[in-house]
């Protein structure tokens, strides 16, 4: 079972995500989001854990390309 302190950790990045897209005035979009993260931790924990890995991976990769701006 996941850990309250990993929970937590998953729930801050969706939130500062939603929180840079809210910032770039894509509300659209956060409502979508919104909906999804809702619909994804009802899910069991398990599958919850594999979505909240593909999230992150491409957040990060993402990242990694906007810093040496590889599109």
Do not use: W
């Not at 729930?11 to 995500?17: A, D, S």
């Not at 910032?23 to 979009?29: N, P």
């Amino acid at each position: 079972m996941r850990s309250q302190e990993t929970f937590s950790q998953h729930t801050r990045q969706i939130y500062l995500f939603i929180r840079t897209l809210r910032r770039a005035g894509d509300t659209a979009i956060d409502n979508d989001m919104l909906y999804c993260m809702q619909e994804v931790q009802k899910l069991p924990d398990s599958e919850n854990d594999k979505i909240n890995s593909i999230i992150d991976a491409f957040v990060r990769d993402t990242k990694v390309k906007q810093a040496f701006r590889i599109f």
